[in-house]
């Protein structure tokens, strides 16, 4: 099994920057693939970033590539998501999600809020 917590979530003006973190403990050995998705008032949960742990390998979203910025911490069991130039479209709650062959793992979830 696999815990997640994330943290970081807040308030932020439009433009601002905004930095999640999320912890993960357990048998971390098993993870394939740990990152981020988040889920906007009435829409359906989509990802955001990802990381391959085999090779470090990286995806963003579309909406995201080139403002945010996902990166890991080994030593840490840690997981980050610095968030640049936010917009209001990204206030969402943010989840930490995390695949094993056979299992999937999310986070309570971090809110973020983008005013205009």
């Known amino acids: 099994q696999v815990q997640l917590v994330e943290s970081g979530g807040g308030l932020v003006q439009a433009g601002g920057t905004l930095t999640l973190s999320c912890l993960a403990s357990?048998?971390?050995?098993?993870?394939?693939?740990i990152g981020w998705r988040r889920q906007a008032p009435g829409k359906q949960r989509e990802l955001v970033a990802t990381?391959?742990?085999?090779?470090?390998?990286?995806m963003y979203a579309n909406a995201v590539q080139g403002r945010f910025t996902i990166s890991r911490d080994n030593a840490k069991n840690t997981v980050y998501l610095q968030m640049n130039s936010l917009k209001p479209e990204d206030t969402a709650v943010y989840y930490c999600?995390?695949?094993?062959?056979?299992?999937?793992?999310w986070g309570k979830g971090t809110l973020v809020t983008v005013s205009s």
């Open positions: 990381i391959a742990t085999s090779d470090g390998s990286i």
């Open positions: 357990g048998t971390t050995s098993s993870i394939n693939f």
């Open positions: 999600n995390a695949h094993s062959t056979d299992m999937q793992y």
